[in-house]
C-alpha cells in the first residue's frame, strides 16, 4: 500500500481511510519513514476509533453519508472493502468527487462479480453476498458505470487474492445441505491449508478473469473550458 499511494500522490498530501476499522492500514503508513502524510480515518464502531486513535489515528466518528468535510481536502480517498455497504453509493461517490483535490484519487477494493467462484455459487451460496450486509454487488464493467456517471475516470484495475470468498461459499453450501457439523465447521477463514489452497487457485484465476475482489483506482475527470 505504502508503495502504491507514493506512486500516486507522492510523498506528501492528505489521506482518509473510509472504513478504517481500528487504524491498522494508517497506522502502517504512518510508519513509512520517508513519507509526510497527514491521515485521517472514518469509522462509526466506537470500539475500533479508540484504539485507532491510541496509534495516534485522527478519527473522525460516524457514517461516511453523515460526516461533513471541507471540499478539496484530500489527495486520495480510500474504500477498502466499504463501498458495498454504502445505501447510496452515487451519491457517495459525488460527497468523494468534492472532497477531492483536483488531481485527487480515490481507490475502491469490492467484491466482483464474474469470477468463477461466482460461477459455481452465484444462485445461492456465493461469500461475497453477505446479506444483509453487502447492499450493493457490482461486476467490473458496472462499477466503472458508476464511476463514469460520477465524472470520474478508472487509471487502473486489478484483481486481487479473495480465497476466503471460496472458504464461505462452500461452508454455505454444505451448512444449507445439512453436512456433518465438523466438516462444515472445517471450511473456515482460519484454516491455513484452505488459505493456501484457494490462493493457489485465485493465482491460477486471474492470468484468465476476474477474481471475486477487485481494485478500481479512480480520479476526477478534467474537464477542459472553452473561452
Known sequence: YIKLY??????????????????????????????????????????????????????????????????KS????????????????????????????????????????????????????WGGYHIPRHLNIFSRETIKMILKKADFEVVSERSLLSPPFWILSIHNKLHDRGWNKKIVNFFNFYNPFLLVLFTFIDLVQMRFGPTSTMRIIAKKKRFLIVK
Not at 8 to 36: F, P, Q, T, W, Y
Not at 86 to 94: A, E
Open 74 to 125: 484530500f489527495d486520495l480517498v480510500i474504500m477498502n472493502e466499504v463501498f458495498e455497504h454504502l445505501y447510496d453509493p452515487y451519491k457517495s461517490l459525488i460527497k468523494i468527487k468534492k472532497i477531492l483535490k483536483s488531481d485527487g484519487y480515490f481507490i475502491i477494493e469490492t467484491p466482483c462479480t464474474g469470477s468463477w467462484d461466482y460461477k459455481l455459487f452465484k444462485e445461492h451460496y
Open 6 to 71: 507514493k506512486k500516486l500522490i507522492g510523498r506528501n498530501g492528505s489521506i482518509l481511510d473510509v472504513g478504517c476499522g481500528d487504524g491498522r492500514l494508517l497506522a502502517v503508513l504512518k510508519s513509512a519513514k520517508d513519507c509526510k502524510w497527514s491521515l485521517y480515518g472514518l469509522d462509526f464502531n466506537e470500539k475500533g476509533n479508540k484504539r485507532a486513535k491510541e496509534k495516534g489515528i485522527h478519527i473522525s466518528n460516524g457514517k461516511f453519508e453523515d460526516i461533513q468535510f471541507p471540499q
